[in-house]
């Protein structure tokens, strides 16, 4: 990479012809002359003293490096939040940022005779392409994700596609600020690339840092994606014409400024235009009645309908996880089975929104009712939000129920033996990275020490007929825990929009009709029926429950292996 600058004996003299013509080296770059602006130190005059400018490239990197990072968590975050949360996805991006890294690292050696010139062009390109990209995917996204045909997969291939030209720009980088910096000033080789990768490891750090801390929080993806182009864009355009503007021909100078200019211009246009943006790909999305758009520490959390007679629709990270349509057949389905023996006391894992433990309540015999929910921002809506309040029957603010703000398998680890009898799984699904671990055999051997003798647990498993393997898979994890299990199958799903791990509504073809959950107990096999001293469901009877469990018994994969913490075994 810095062939022709081989470090030289101290004291020797030698000369390199560098774009300017010959250099001296040697007593000259160290001596009076080095301590000013354009010395004879410099391959190309300075307006500063070689060690500021030194400085001043050392500080470019950590901003470039900063905001490198930023856009590969930004592609990161992009495939998590459009097109649902995937280990092999995000595996994929990360791959494919860095083997274009590699192939634009050898790319750049052809532009080291015009190291100045090619560095701005970079960062300009990079600053457009980075700070553009989430707006782009997210436009593909809401507005042709759910076309179908050639377009079923042109959100996930134009990720790829930034991944691939964001990866070759950063990769550039280094071999063009290796080269500036030794025009500045001969060093060796490792001490050159020791002080810019400190400079880029820190640079790291930080913008690894101000993502999820600062950028996501405070100005979400899109503003911050385009904010953090527009730094890139100017700290890359003031380290070129304003240190080695006597590098550039007037003419090119001309171009770059114009560029910065126009890439500037752009990304500030973007970025008053954002929340317009937002709304309109919003409305693509969930239709034109969103009424609740809120992020949260946790997710971004949606409500649409509930007012006027239409249904409500609760959507988390895009995701729907409440539908008002049908709303009440699974939830009834889900707790009910459970509530037949002892039901004193009732853990329900999830349930945020409040449905799960309105069932719950149905039933007199309940003395308490503990809810341990992740998000409180979903919790404060289910208490504040007068469609969803009035749907959940106001179930959180009753007396028996006391909810807590955990992660559930934390809450797991130290929660009392022999509390409960039964435990209601409200979880979202295992194919969701994040939810993985609360399908384990590890986790479910927790929920089994909190349950009374003669307690049950009911898990909510996703959809049978068209994720079996998942199904059947947490029924193997349930009877690896020491569980004894009966599985049973809902139909009356209403379709439009994907279940499971997925994002955005749901072509018909591979539409979810169908809900799965798995009754398990700890001493003896459970057979799902309802209460006779209990209330009457609406959408449930013994004779339906008994038909659901040989419907779901047709479905059954032999021979799977339970999913583990170290070994999770969902598909995405």
Same mark, same amino acid.
């Given at each position: 990479?810095?062939?022709?600058?081989?470090?030289?004996? %101290?004291?020797?003299?030698?000369?390199?012809?560098?774009?300017?013509?010959?250099? #001296?080296?040697?007593?000259?770059?160290?001596?009076?002359?080095?301590?000013? %602006?354009?010395?004879?130190?410099?391959?190309?005059?300075?307006?500063?003293?070689? *060690?500021?400018?030194?400085?001043?490239?050392?500080?470019?990197?950590?901003?470039?490096?900063?905001?490198?990072?930023?856009?590969?968590?930004?592609?990161?975050?992009?495939?998590?939040?459009?097109?649902?949360?995937?280990?092999?996805?995000?595996?994929?991006?990360?791959?494919?940022?860095?083997?274009?890294?590699?192939?634009?690292?050898?790319?750049?050696?052809?532009?080291?005779?015009?190291?100045?010139?090619?560095?701005?062009?970079?960062?300009?390109?990079?600053?457009?392409?980075?700070? *553009?990209?989430?707006?782009?995917?997210?436009?593909?996204?809401?507005?042709?994700?759910?076309?179908?045909?050639?377009?079923?997969?042109?959100?996930?291939?134009?990720?790829?596609?930034?991944?691939?030209?964001?990866?070759?720009?950063?990769?550039?980088?280094?071999?063009?600020?290796?080269?500036?910096?030794?025009?500045?000033?001969?060093?060796?080789?490792?001490?050159?690339?020791?002080?810019?990768?400190?400079?880029?490891?820190?640079?790291?750090?930080?913008?690894?840092?101000?993502?999820?801390?600062?950028?996501? +929080?405070?100005?979400?993806?899109?503003?911050?994606?385009?904010?953090?182009?527009?730094?890139?864009?100017?700290? *890359?355009?003031?380290?070129?014409? *304003?240190?080695?503007?006597?590098?550039?021909?007037?003419?090119?100078?001309?171009?770059?400024?114009?560029?910065?200019?126009?890439?500037?211009?752009?990304?500030?246009?973007?970025?008053?235009?954002?929340?317009?943006?937002?709304?309109?790909?919003?409305?693509?999305?969930?239709?034109?009645?969103?009424?609740?758009?809120?992020?949260?520490?946790?997710?971004?959390?949606?409500?649409?309908?509930?007012?006027?007679?239409?249904?409500?629709?609760?959507?988390?990270?895009?995701?729907?996880?409440?539908?008002?349509?049908?709303?009440?057949?699974?939830?009834?389905?889900?707790?009910?089975?459970?509530?037949?023996?002892?039901? #004193?006391?009732?853990?329900?894992?999830?349930?945020?929104?409040?449905?799960?433990?309105?069932?719950?309540?149905?039933?007199?015999?309940?003395?308490?009712?503990?809810?341990?929910?992740?998000?409180?921002?979903?919790?404060?809506?289910?208490?504040?939000?007068?469609?969803?309040?009035?749907?959940?029957?106001?179930?959180?603010?009753?007396?028996?129920?006391?909810?807590?703000?955990?992660?559930?398998?934390?809450?797991?680890?130290?929660?009392?033996?022999?509390?409960?009898?039964?435990?209601?799984?409200?979880?979202?699904? %295992?194919?969701?990275?994040?939810?993985?671990?609360?399908?384990?055999?590890?986790?479910?051997?927790?929920?089994?020490?909190?349950?009374?003798?003669?307690?049950?647990?009911?898990?909510?498993?996703?959809?049978?007929?068209?994720? %079996?393997?998942?199904?059947?898979?947490?029924?193997?994890?349930?009877?690896?825990?020491?569980?004894?299990?009966?599985?049973?199958?809902?139909?009356?799903?209403?379709?439009?929009?994907?279940?499971?791990?997925?994002?955005?509504?749901?072509?018909?073809?591979?539409?979810?009709?169908?809900?799965?959950?798995?009754?398990?107990?700890?001493?003896?096999?459970?057979?799902?029926?309802?209460?006779?001293?209990?209330?009457? +469901?609406?959408?449930?009877?013994?004779?339906?429950?008994?038909?659901?469990?040989?419907?779901?018994?047709?479905?059954?994969?032999?021979?799977?292996?339970?999913?583990?913490?170290?070994?999770?075994?969902?598909?995405?």
């Amino acid at each position: 990479m810095i062939d022709r600058q081989a470090p030289v004996p %101290p004291g020797s003299t030698q000369t390199w012809d560098g774009p300017d013509g010959p250099r #001296a080296d040697g007593p000259l770059a160290d001596g009076p002359l080095a301590d000013g %602006p354009g010395d004879a130190g410099s391959v190309v005059p300075l307006p500063v003293r070689q *060690g500021t400018g030194r400085w001043l490239v050392l500080a470019g990197v950590f901003v470039c490096a900063a905001c490198g990072l930023v856009y590969e968590l930004e592609l990161v975050a992009l495939a998590t939040y459009l097109m649902g949360d995937s280990i092999a996805q995000t595996s994929v991006v990360l791959s494919v940022m860095v083997f274009a890294m590699g192939i634009g690292s050898l790319a750049a050696k052809r532009l080291r005779r015009h190291a100045a010139a090619g560095f701005g062009a970079i960062e300009a390109a990079l600053a457009l392409v980075g700070g *553009g990209s989430v707006m782009a995917l997210y436009a593909v996204f809401a507005w042709t994700g759910d076309w179908g045909g050639m377009w079923a997969d042109g959100p996930r291939c134009l990720l790829v596609a930034f991944s691939l030209a964001t990866g070759l720009l950063i990769g550039a980088e280094v071999p063009l600020l290796m080269e500036l910096i030794q025009r500045i000033r001969r060093q060796d080789a490792g001490g050159a690339v020791a002080d810019l990768s400190a400079a880029d490891y820190v640079g790291a750090l930080v913008g690894g840092l101000a993502f999820p801390f600062l950028l996501l +929080p405070v100005l979400g993806q899109l503003t911050g994606a385009l904010i953090t182009g527009a730094v890139n864009a100017v700290v *890359g355009g003031a380290l070129v014409l *304003g240190l080695f503007r006597h590098d550039l021909s007037r003419r090119a100078r001309r171009l770059l400024l114009t560029a910065n200019i126009c890439v500037l211009t752009l990304l500030a246009s973007a970025a008053v235009l954002v929340d317009d943006f937002e709304r309109a790909a919003r409305q693509a999305l969930y239709g034109a009645d969103v009424r609740v758009a809120v992020h949260t520490d946790v997710q971004e959390v949606l409500l649409t309908g509930g007012r006027d007679g239409r249904p409500l629709n609760l959507f988390l990270d895009g995701r729907l996880r409440v539908s008002g349509r049908d709303e009440l057949r699974y939830h009834e389905a889900l707790v009910h089975p459970a509530m037949t023996g002892r039901h #004193a006391r009732v853990l329900v894992l999830g349930g945020g929104d409040g449905l799960a433990a309105r069932e719950v309540l149905r039933h007199p015999g309940v003395r308490r009712a503990d809810v341990v929910a992740l998000d409180p921002g979903v919790v404060r809506l289910a208490r504040t939000d007068p469609a969803l309040s009035r749907l959940n029957a106001h179930s959180l603010d009753d007396p028996r129920v006391h909810v807590v703000t955990a992660d559930a398998f934390d809450w797991l680890r130290t929660a009392p033996t022999a509390a409960y009898d039964v435990v209601v799984s409200d979880l979202p699904h %295992p194919g969701i990275t994040a939810s993985t671990k609360l399908y384990a055999q590890e986790f479910y051997g927790l929920a089994r020490q909190v349950l009374a003798p003669g307690g049950r647990l009911v898990v909510h498993g996703g959809a049978v007929e068209s994720r %079996p393997r998942d199904f059947w898979t947490l029924d193997a994890t349930l009877r690896a825990a020491g569980l004894r299990t009966t599985a049973y199958r809902v139909r009356g799903r209403q379709a439009g929009y994907a279940a499971g791990p997925d994002r955005g509504p749901a072509d018909g073809a591979r539409a979810h009709r169908d809900w799965g959950f798995v009754l398990a107990a700890d001493r003896h096999t459970p057979r799902p029926r309802l209460d006779p001293a209990g209330p009457r +469901p609406r959408t449930l009877t013994d004779a339906s429950l008994a038909a659901d469990v040989r419907a779901a018994e047709r479905t059954r994969v032999a021979g799977l292996p339970p999913s583990t913490l170290v070994h999770p075994r969902y598909s995405d």
